[in-house]
C-alpha cells in the first residue's frame, strides 16, 4: 500500500490507509465531532444528505503546539469552513461537498479497516494539489496516530515537509 496519495486523474486525489480497529470505529473519528476534532477538524454534523458539518480547524494544537506558517495564517487555528453531507451510509460511506467532493470509504479487512479517501477537486491547480495531498496525508497520519493511542507529531513541521515532497511528485 503506497503511503503517499496519489493522483488518480488531473484534479482527483486519493489515499488508502489501512486503520487498526473496526468500521464502527473509525467511522465514528469521520462523524463524531469531538473525535473528528482530534485528527482533522471538530464541529457538529447533521449527518443526512443535505445537512451540514461544521469544520472548526486547530491544526497547531493536535501535538504539542506550534506556529502556523505564515503561508496559511488565514486559515490558522480557529478557522471554520462548512460542508454538506451528499451521502451517507453508515458505517461505511460519507461523501460531503467541501472544497470540491470528499469521499470516505471505510470497509473491514479482518482486525483492519480500510479507509479510501477520495478528493475530486474543483480545479485543476498545483499549488492546491499540492497542498491537499500533504494536508490529507498529515490529518490521515495523525488519525492513524490516534487509533493506535500514539500521541500524533506536530501537524505544521510534518504537513511543510509533505508539501515540499509532494511538490516534488508532482513535477
Known amino acids: 500500500m503506497n503511503k503517499y ?20 470505529q473509525v467511522w465514528e473519528f469521520i462523524i463524531d465531532s469531538e ?7 471538530g464541529g457538529p454534523a447533521d449527518i443526512r444528505p443535505g445537512g451540514k458539518m461544521k ?4 491544526n497547531s494544537q493536535f501535538a504539542p503546539p506550534d506556529p502556523t506558517p505564515e503561508k496559511y495564517k488565514e486559515f ?27 469521499r470516505f470509504e471505510l470497509e473491514q479487512m479482518g482486525d483492519q479497516v480500510q479507509l479510501t479517501l477520495t ?15 500533504a494536508g ?4 490521515l497520519g495523525i488519525l492513524t496516530d490516534r487509533l493506535q493511542g500514539q500521541s500524533p507529531q506536530p501537524f505544521w513541521p510534518v504537513h511543510m515537509g509533505l508539501e515540499e515532497e509532494y511538490s516534488d511528485r508532482l513535477d
Do not use: Y
Not at 490529507?136 to 490529518?139: E, K, V
Open 35 to 41: 473525535k473528528r476534532g482530534l485528527w482533522f477538524a
Open 55 to 58: 469544520l472548526v480547524f486547530n
Open 119 to 133: 478528493h475530486e477537486m474543483e480545479k485543476d491547480d498545483r499549488e492546491m494539489k499540492t497542498g491537499a495531498l
Open 76 to 102: 490558522g487555528d480557529g478557522f471554520i469552513s462548512e460542508a454538506t453531507i451528499r451521502k451517507c451510509e453508515p458505517p461505511t460511506l460519507l461523501e460531503i461537498a467541501w472544497d470540491g467532493i470528499v
Open 5 to 24: 496519495g496519489t493522483l488518480i486523474n488531473p484534479t482527483t486525489l486519493q489515499f488508502v490507509r489501512l486503520l487498526p480497529g473496526t468500521t464502527e
Open 136 to 139: 490529507w496525508h498529515t490529518h
